[in-house]
């Protein structure tokens, strides 16, 4: 019935072929005079998606997780994963192979110093691991007496035969009316901040940071309009972008030229030396910059000042343009979101419909706005025991019905030019249990404190992520992720530097866009997760001290009346819901085109009884 077009569904590899990567991988690490090797979920910048040449995790593991690390010994072999992916890993891996490990408590350097023996060579990519990574390696391996070695070519792709090309996707302008800010401010305020920093230059290593500067997008990873590239802005001059020029029109190229040079990826690397050999001081990224930058800084006699990268802050802040842009994305999206439920509680039910149809047929009603360009990330779509996996992906072979009694969790998110957008909801399909709509309205609450939260400048994610958790934790429950995470302006859906989590450092700032998205999971049984995005606004409170900080919603969605226990909520969260939904039938039915799904929108944003 419905066409997907952003996403495919097909299994990982596995089985014989992931046996005999793993065979190929210790010869040649033998060849190499290597004992092991570390295989990190990365490519030179730390991008969460990353193109199919840097998927080596996958390739070898079978893992297709956004996040973790696999270390490959001469007999032992484990792959690391944070609690969202703990469920998929143990399925996706022959785990006669593999041991699954945390990946952050204990960590995997405290695996290295028990499975390491005195005089081992561990062998790592220093283009794929940050320095602070590598740092932590090496004081493992020197805690068991062994040695790591930064390899000069990655030992894994002299292995993959049938590895994909670097990716070539067209570098796109991103007009004023999108970004609300010429490149020439931006770098007006960068140079500010490279003064800040005391540094002769600042390397921009992460691709964000790149295209938000110079107010370019790409198409080089999937889901986030990416153009992989890097720049390096001096404290004075002209910057550099170094970027495949295959991926320029003469139009792109014009509006780049406007405000730096432009040299090859290739270039990099003799630049770099070329400012070290002055002694010059050089400001890296900390968080996405490759260990290999520093030691070529290094080497050739500058100074490699790591921390963060000051653009990610000024890039979380958004303008007013882009603030506008967002509401407006949110609204486009509301009425393909509202279309979608109405569908799905009309079709659900009949116990025909299945993980993958939701997914194509949400995918479909956000391209009839005409103005999708991808989803934000591949869609969640968990039915029943499925949903109980954080970031369940479908594929043909997981693929379940949904069944009357179900709860059906699915999280998506699009990119349009003017905004990114990312939501959860979950749906009954028929009557939900007791223990269900207790679990649901405790997941809500929590979501209802985070939305309603009222907080002074300066307060961090760390502080407000006891709100969304503190009525699972009075039932002895709580969830595995954070509550939220940063969203870029037609960039990731996962931005830094902010989050609301239990290491959310950052302060929230006026212009930030956050997600809220408190959850439960019971293993083998279903998942629940409500999800809206939060802009930081300033509100006026009588006799303030200081500046008081508060969220306004963007995201509008009828959450499912059906697994509220009334009873739960107290007058303010009911109210709260009420007025919610009441701004979501206001914004969305006049954009509706058909009397079913405009009766559908009406009763499920009536006000609760």
């Known amino acids: ?221 999937s889901h986030t309009p990416l153009p992989l590239s890097y720049a390096l802005v001096p404290k004075e001059g002209r910057p550099l972008v170094f970027i495949d020029q295959r991926k320029l029109s003469n139009s792109t190229r014009d509006h780049l030229e406007q405000s730096a040079d432009v040299e090859q990826p290739a270039a990099l690397a003799a630049k770099l030396t070329e400012l070290a050999k002055r002694g010059a001081s050089i400001a890296l990224d900390s968080a996405t910059a490759a260990d290999a930058l520093s030691r070529l800084i290094a080497g050739a006699g500058g100074k490699p000042v790591r921390g963060s990268d000051p653009v990610s802050l000024l890039k979380a802040v958004k303008n007013v343009t882009e603030i506008e842009g967002t509401r407006t994305a949110h609204q486009r999206d509301a009425v393909a979101l509202v279309r979608f439920l109405a569908w799905i509680d009309r079709e659900a039910p009949s116990g025909s419909l299945t993980e993958i149809d939701t997914v194509e047929a949400l995918e479909t009603f956000r391209r009839q706005t005409g103005a999708l360009k991808d989803v934000s990330f591949p869609t969640i779509a968990g039915t029943g025991p499925n949903g109980a996996i954080v970031h369940y992906r479908v594929t043909r072979k997981s693929n379940r019905r949904i069944e009357p009694g179900d709860l059906l969790l699915i999280d998506s998110g699009a990119q349009y030019e003017d905004g990114t957008t990312d939501v959860t909801r979950t749906i009954a399909v028929g009557k939900p249990t007791d223990e269900m709509r207790d679990r649901f309205t405790r997941v809500l609450r929590g979501h209802i404190a985070i939305a309603r939260a009222i907080f002074p400048d300066g307060t961090t994610g760390a502080q407000l992520d006891t709100l969304a958790r503190q009525y699972l934790w009075q039932a002895g429950i709580d969830f595995e992720h954070g509550t939220g995470h940063g969203v870029g302006s037609y960039l990731s859906v996962h931005e830094g530097p902010a989050r609301i989590s239990k290491l959310g450092t950052t302060p929230l700032k006026r212009g930030m866009i956050l997600s809220n998205e408190p959850g439960y999971y019971k293993t083998d049984a279903y998942g629940i997760r409500i999800e809206n995005l939060e802009l930081v606004i300033g509100t006026d409170i009588a006799g303030a001290e200081k500046p008081i900080n508060a969220f306004e919603t963007l995201t509008l969605a009828p959450i499912d009346r059906r697994l509220i226990e009334v009873g739960m909520l107290s007058p303010d969260e009911s109210s709260w819901l009420n007025d919610y939904h009441a701004r979501v039938a206001h914004v969305v039915r006049p954009h509706l085109d058909d009397n079913a799904t405009k009766l559908w929108l009406d009763e499920a944003t009536a006000a609760l009884k």
């Open 1 to 221: 019935m419905f066409e997907a077009h952003f996403q495919t569904f097909e299994e990982p590899e596995g089985g014989v072929a992931l046996t005999a990567r793993l065979s190929a991988l210790r010869e040649e690490l033998a060849r190499r005079k290597l004992t092991g090797f570390v295989v990190p979920r990365a490519d030179q910048q730390q991008n969460e998606y990353v193109a199919a040449s840097e998927e080596r995790l996958a390739w070898l593991t079978g893992f297709t997780g956004s996040a973790g690390l696999a270390i490959v010994l001469s007999k032992e072999a484990a792959l690391f994963v944070d609690g969202r992916y703990t469920l998929q890993a143990g399925k996706q891996v022959d785990r006669k192979a593999w041991q699954v490990e945390p990946l952050v408590d204990p960590p995997p350097e405290h695996w290295l110093t028990r499975h390491l023996a005195a005089g081992d060579r561990l062998g790592f990519d220093p283009w794929l691991h940050t320095s602070a990574a590598a740092e932590r390696l090496a004081a493992a391996c020197a805690k068991a007496g062994a040695e790591l070695v930064a390899v000069d070519s990655n030992p894994l792709d002299a292995i993959w035969h049938e590895r994909p090309a670097p990716p070539l996707g067209p570098v796109t302008i991103h007009g004023a009316q999108f970004s609300g800010e010429i490149e020439a401010e931006k770098l007006k305020r960068i140079r500010l901040e490279i003064n800040k920093l005391g540094v002769d230059a600042l390397v921009l290593s992460d691709s964000h940071a790149v295209a938000w500067t110079f107010n370019i997008r790409g198409a080089d990873v």
